[in-house]
């Protein structure tokens, strides 16, 4: 439908990313820690905290257990693919940029409906929301626009413009599908030999929708949950035990010398590490979910342990890079 | 007398917020202008907006404010000077005016000669005030939800600001806001324009300039033309009409630049699917329009209102497009509807002890038992005072009412609880009472829809929400102010709208003392359902708020009652008999008053002889008599009439007889002969709360 030979799956997120590059974007791997959204990898969520503008853009396979289909329902997915793109500051008219990226991928926007509706995001875990638009092409959504405004209950200064292309939605559109399964994901230019994305990825979907639903052991998830929650705890302790010992220590130090092994503990703190611990919970709590296995009355209970996690790490990344810029050691 | 344009351009502001930021916008800057006497007296002002800006355009302008001279007068001259020097009382005067104190005058007044000064306030050009004052009303711009979006957070905004122009007739206004500085240009479409800035040649231009660029920035244009295309394209399908949606129409008309209709169709195969389901998707979830057969029925077609122009190439593909994503929507809904009706209603009510409905008052199991002990209550009452009601129906509707909420289609239709829970009870075979009374009991969620069409589903619907508020009042987590969490203020409007309009014989007392026998909570929620009850009449009947103090004076737990009386208040304001009355009975409460008279202790057996006394105390009783036949069938206009007449014996009586006699006794009959007159009148209205004009 739009135009004669649609990108496959693979050349939608070659072009996206190139794109993306040669506006300045670091190109960023997938994170490689279970999460829902390409928001909730670090690249995202830690770095749009903090002064140092930066514009990064990865493709982020994100898992929403609740949402597998056992490879059965045309349109939905235990695990989908996300190319998220982080601008900070967002450029002036970046909506007109983003516009530039469709037409890249092959839509000629003369010959389609695309419209920005308001639609605000909240990731109520991580202390975070924005506004926005999602992006309407010919009726789907196939973007979320997003300028964050806090992020772990902190505001932001300045702000981040996220914009997150839901790649199935896309490709599905480009290719004139009903079902996803029926995306050509690849093709080999000596054989014109086209994979689908069902035979790429169907048996993921079986296999993760039975594990979700069916066999994850609850008592093992909720053995887990606590586990990764009381490290992730204990980290965040230490981080604001050795804050508090630095900062003894520096009182005592007088020449700016003596200063940078402190530096230096600070910036080797494990800030990274609490925050994958987190986001160990946060996947955990929602295969728990999916095998229902969670009350209504435990579900905000348990929601707001993680929040305590996520939103603490938000604040010690924020206070480490506070600490860690020279004026702040001096 | 110039013109004057000025158009802020943005990113795409929120369709639900456009229409009250354009007048507000029109409204700060005509407010300013004249504030700053910068406006004739035959000005015209116009706005309009699309997604991408909001402008105002006023004709009418003064181009340059006058000179004002003030004189002021300073202090006594005896102050102001002492051996002829000029004291610092001279001085801090001809600072604060802003002159020399050689420059100030002696006025003399009748209490002496004081200093005066005469000060020349310079006027300030029209463009000179708008530069200044103007981004100041911008800023103030109410916005449901606001962002900021540069570096230092300078301002909040709805939407990031991406140009201003702004013309006084021929020339640029230079204001600045969110760090723009207004210039004339402008921009078209996003995708149909060539995407460059224009310029605007000036005010009169702007609109067909902008149309050349394919924004037709006029609403009412807007709204007009997508009227017009739906009927345009439903009318290629034999016997169809679109189905009327006004708040869809708006909300389309403020998503487009440049509006065009699309159709589309769906497979058959779909409409077995409830109406109110399909419905919902497409209107709630997709913007699209539902389109019926000659009956009424659902057709499988939808219009989608496009915000480019169509042409019979990209027709096809955007409504292919839009075709893909319905029938996946509608796939899911169909999934979600088989999936969910392998376990019917009545296997769900267990489920509900799962589900919490609030942490301190258990699950909704529990809430389902305590909502049936009111409905028992309530139908017992109802059929006391002869009407009929379905009992097993109504039992059956409160045990299923919230079971789904455990279904797989509410959780993805929300908006569609209770209505979905009908449906389940339809096909799995209950009672037409019984699913109309589960539809319905969330009716009316505002203003606009109707109560519930069931005597059963009005009193689910009461006694689910009078559970629900008096819980929390007992949880102490009543609204405050603005606050109001729980929705309760929106609850208690419903069940007055419910005692009003339902046909029920029920009172409030009836509801409230169905839930709680604790007094101080009763009265708490009496109070707070009073206040629903002012709203309401005010609100809904349009009525005079001194009025609806009156009635609501002689109680308000009877809502028809209620409704009646002041209605027929209303309708006598304007006779010169009942104003005497209102005025006499204001007079009469405050002698009462004053004379510390209790009127709510029992009054004592006087029967005066005869004499003005005595007339006046005939009088009212034979009018009490009337007064109360009347009541008893609503006909208080006529009533009022009646108690109209009593005038000339109330004349008569305050021309001779001296009420504060010296003898006490004497005065005690005589304040109990008035309060009498007013306690016979007293169950319709306080007539002393009537405002009379003039």
Redesign the interface.
């Known amino acids: 439908?739009?135009g004669k030979n649609p990108l496959t799956f693979q050349e939608l997120l070659f072009t996206l990313q190139r794109f993306w590059a040669e506006h300045g974007c670091v190109l960023q791997q997938p994170y490689d820690v279970e999460v829902g959204a390409g928001t909730m990898s670090p690249d995202t969520f830690l770095r749009v905290l903090g002064p140092k503008p930066i514009s990064i853009a990865y493709a982020q396979p994100s898992r929403r257990p609740a949402d597998g289909r056992y490879g059965e329902?045309?349109?939905?997915l235990y695990r989908h693919t996300q190319l998220q793109v982080i601008l900070k500051?967002?450029p002036?008219?970046v909506?007109?940029l983003y516009?530039e990226s469709l037409i890249a991928i092959g839509i000629d926007?003369?010959?389609?409906?695309?419209?920005?509706?308001?639609d605000?995001w909240e990731w109520p875990v991580g202390g975070a929301w924005?506004?926005g638009?999602q992006v309407m092409?010919?009726?789907?959504e196939i973007t979320q626009f997003t300028?964050f405004?806090q992020c772990g209950g902190m505001?932001l200064?300045?702000?981040s413009g996220e914009i997150t292309y839901g790649l199935e939605r896309i490709a599905q559109?480009l290719q004139?599908l009903?079902s996803i399964y029926e995306i050509v994901w690849s093709r080999d230019p000596a054989t014109g030999r086209e994979l689908t994305y069902g035979q790429v990825r169907l048996h993921e979907e079986q296999q993760f929708s039975a594990y979700s639903f069916d066999y994850a052991d609850v008592p093992s998830l909720w053995k887990h949950l606590e586990l990764y929650e009381d490290e992730c705890k204990t980290l965040l302790m230490k981080f604001w035990a050795l804050v508090d010992s630095l900062l003894t220590e520096r009182e005592r130090e007088t020449s700016f010398a003596e200063c940078a092994p402190l530096q230096e503990r600070m910036l080797r703190f494990p800030t990274l590490g609490a925050y994958e611990l987190a986001l160990k919970c946060s996947h955990t709590f929602n295969l728990l979910d999916a095998r229902g296995a969670i009350?209504?009355?435990e579900r905000v209970g348990v929601m707001a342990r993680i929040r305590n996690l996520v939103v603490g790490v938000a604040k010690i990344y924020a206070e480490q890079g506070r600490l860690t810029t020279p004026s702040a050691l001096i | 007398m110039p013109d004057f344009l000025l158009e802020l351009g943005l990113e795409e502001i929120p369709a639900r917020m456009i229409a009250s930021a354009q007048a507000e916008l029109q409204r700060r800057t005509v407010a300013l202008l004249e504030r700053e006497h910068l406006l004739a007296d035959d000005y015209t002002a116009a706005s309009y907006s699309t997604p991408r800006r909001l402008t105002v355009h006023l004709t009418g302008l003064i181009s340059q404010q006058s000179d004002i001279r003030e004189d002021t007068t300073g202090p006594a001259i005896k102050i102001a000077f002492k051996d002829g020097f000029p004291t610092a009382a001279a001085e801090a005067f001809a600072r604060k005016s802003g002159v020399q104190v050689s420059e100030l005058r002696t006025v003399s007044t009748p209490k002496g000669d004081y200093l005066a000064a005469t000060t020349v306030k310079r006027g300030r050009s029209a463009a000179e005030v708008l530069a200044a004052e103007l981004p100041k009303e911008i800023a103030a711009i109410y916005w449901a939800k606001n962002m900021y979006w540069r570096a230092g957070k300078p301002e909040r905004f709805v939407r990031p600001v991406l140009w201003i122009a702004c013309i006084l007739g021929d020339s640029v206004v230079p204001l600045i806001f969110a760090g723009k500085t207004a210039g004339r240009a402008s921009y078209g479409h996003r995708v149909l324009s060539s995407g460059n800035a224009f310029e605007i040649v000036s005010p009169q231009s702007y609109l067909a300039q902008l149309e050349g660029e394919y924004v037709l920035a006029d609403v009412e244009v807007r709204r007009h033309k997508i009227r017009k295309a739906l009927d345009h394209v439903t009318r290629t399908i034999p016997n169809a009409r679109w189905r009327e949606d006004e708040a869809l129409v708006d909300t389309v008309t403020h998503l487009t630049e440049w509006p065009d209709v699309l159709l589309g169709n769906f497979e058959r195969a779909y409409l077995p699917l409830p109406e109110e389901v399909l419905v919902t998707v497409m209107r709630d979830h997709q913007k699209y329009f539902a389109v019926e057969d000659a009956m009424g029925k659902l057709a499988p077609h939808f219009l989608t209102v496009t915000n480019i122009a169509l042409n019979a190439e990209n027709a096809e593909v955007i409504r292919q497009g839009n075709e893909r994503v319905l029938r996946a929507r509608f796939n899911d809904a169909r999934f979600f509807w088989d999936f969910d009706q392998r376990v019917p209603l009545v296997k769900r009510v267990k489920l509900l002890e799962n589900v919490t409905f609030q942490k301190d008052l258990g699950s909704y199991a529990a809430k389902t038992e305590r909502v049936w002990e009111i409905c028992k209550v309530l139908e017992g009452l109802t059929q006391a005072r002869g009407f009929t009601v379905d009992f097993n129906a109504l039992k059956d509707a409160t045990f299923l009412a919230k079971t789904d909420l455990t279904t797989e289609l509410v959780k993805e239709f929300t908006e569609l609880q209770g209505v979905i829970g009908g449906l389940y009870a339809e096909a799995q075979g209950l009672s037409q009472k019984t699913c109309d009374a589960i539809k319905d009991q969330y009716l009316p969620m505002s203003a606009a829809e109707r109560v519930p069409r069931s005597y059963e589903g009005s009193i689910l619907g009461i006694a689910d929400r009078i559970d629900t508020i008096a819980g929390m009042f007992m949880l102490g987590m009543e609204p405050s102010g603005s606050k109001d969490p729980f929705a309760l203020r929106r609850a208690a409007n419903a069940i007055v709208r419910i005692l009003a309009e339902s046909g029920l014989p029920l009172r409030l007392p009836d509801v409230i003392n169905a839930v709680t026998p604790a007094l101080a909570i009763a009265e708490k929620l009496k109070a707070f359902f009073y206040d629903r009850i002012d709203f309401y009449l005010r609100e809904s009947h349009l009525l005079a708020y001194d009025v609806v103090k009156a009635v609501m004076a002689a109680g308000a737990d009877d809502l028809p009652d209620t409704i009646a009386r002041a209605q027929a208040v209303t309708s006598m304001r304007g006779d010169e008999q009942f104003l005497a009355v209102s005025a006499t009975v204001k007079r009469i409460k405050n002698i009462l008053s004053q004379a510390n008279f209790d009127l709510t202790a029992p009054l004592i057996d006087y029967t005066p002889a005869g004499g003005p006394e005595g007339n006046l105390m005939h009088k009212s009783a034979e009018i009490q008599v009337k007064v109360n036949e009347l009541s008893k069938r609503y006909a208080y206009r006529e009533a009022l009439e009646a108690i109209s007449t009593i005038r000339p014996e109330v004349d008569t009586f305050f021309e001779k007889v001296m009420v504060m006699d010296p003898d006490l006794n004497i005065r005690k009959q005589r304040l109990t002969v008035l309060a009498t007159v007013v306690c016979s009148f007293s169950n319709i209205a306080d007539f002393s709360e009537i405002v009379i004009a003039g």
């Open positions: 439908m739009a329902n045309p349109n939905r500051p967002p002036e008219r909506q007109e516009l926007l003369a010959q389609h409906d695309i419209k920005f509706e308001e605000n924005g506004v638009w092409l010919d009726g789907q300028y405004q505001d200064d300045p702000i559109f004139d009903d009350s209504v009355t």
